[in-house]
């Protein structure tokens, strides 16, 4: 049983546990691991610069607790990455009263057992969604405290995992809609610390619920079929770009001088700066745009592409 008693799940943990480490450090649109994103652990050393991947070993070992949630990150640290990042938690009142809001907009506080399935298949999505407190609320992100009691927390994935726990009492059957739960919850965020411990989040919501209810946590197998569903639908991107963070670049064009009769004249270099980024042009940057996948259909697609319906 993975032990989730404290609020900082440890890599240390993860990295014992099969492959699910590695399946939560993943980036799906690349095929790589998630960049760091922030400056955060520059001073730790080159591979820890924002433009690099994440790498398993950078995270666990002698490095198990450099990854920590704001909440026990030390005051200094905080301030900084409100100034640098613009990094602001919402409180956990404030999450309520707007996941409140929303299921009293859409009438999904008047759900029913036959309805209950629309209800957990509704999509949602968390923008920057940092540790991801919108859609599961583990602890408060904005109190150094204890985690929360199951009836307590106020995600949007939290309400309909306990819509699962109520109208489901087979493992088979809680695990079919717990799935639905969680492909229908979508988040993004740029900072690749925050990503991971959304994605950890996530996933050990998932073992908390299921403990409650059936005693026991689910075997390692499934824990690594819901780290896949989290590892899409939990995303870094630059929200203002729809692509991966720092991805769109200069680009060069080198023409060949010609030769004359007086030799060969000097090459001609020109610099194209990404349009869409001089432009304000979302569907023109020469980033890596962010992919998800569509799991009625199993197609992944660039967000853009769903961004643009709406």
Request: proline share 4%; hydrophobic share 35%.
């Amino acid at each position: 049983m993975v032990p989730t008693s404290d609020i900082d799940i440890l890599e240390n943990t993860l990295r014992r546990r099969g492959d699910l480490l590695d399946m939560l450090l993943l980036d799906r649109t690349t095929g790589k691991n998630i960049l760091w994103g922030t400056d955060s652990y520059v001073g730790k050393g080159k591979e820890f610069a924002p433009d690099n991947n994440m790498k398993p070993e950078l995270v666990t070992g002698v490095y198990g607790k450099l990854i920590q949630p704001r909440a026990i990150k030390s005051r200094e640290d905080q301030l900084r990455r409100t100034k640098v990042k613009g990094e602001v938690f919402t409180p956990l009142t404030i999450v309520q009263k707007m996941n409140g809001f929303i299921d009293q907009l859409l009438g999904e506080n008047r759900v029913n057992a036959q309805t209950w399935q629309d209800y957990v298949g509704q999509l949602h999505l968390e923008i920057t969604c940092g540790e991801a407190p919108f859609i599961v609320t583990r602890y408060n992100p904005v109190a150094h405290g204890a985690l929360l009691k199951l009836e307590n927390r106020v995600g949007f994935l939290d309400r309909k995992l306990r819509m699962v726990s109520h109208y489901c009492s087979k493992p088979k059957e809680w695990l079919k809609w717990a799935k639905v739960a969680f492909q229908s919850s979508y988040g993004y965020e740029w900072q690749g610390d925050n990503l991971l411990i959304a994605r950890e989040n996530l996933l050990y919501s998932l073992i908390d619920y299921y403990v409650a209810k059936f005693g026991r946590s689910p075997s390692l197998a499934v824990q690594q079929e819901f780290a896949e569903v989290i590892s899409w639908n939990i995303f870094q991107m630059d929200g203002t770009k729809y692509v991966i963070p720092m991805s769109c670049h200069h680009e060069t064009h080198i023409t060949p001088g010609d030769l004359t009769l007086f030799g060969e004249l000097p090459a001609v270099i020109e610099s194209y700066e990404c349009e869409g980024c001089k432009f304000n042009r979302p569907a023109m940057h020469n980033g890596k745009y962010a992919k998800i996948i569509d799991w009625h259909t199993g197609r992944s697609l660039r967000f853009i592409e769903i961004s643009e319906q709406y």
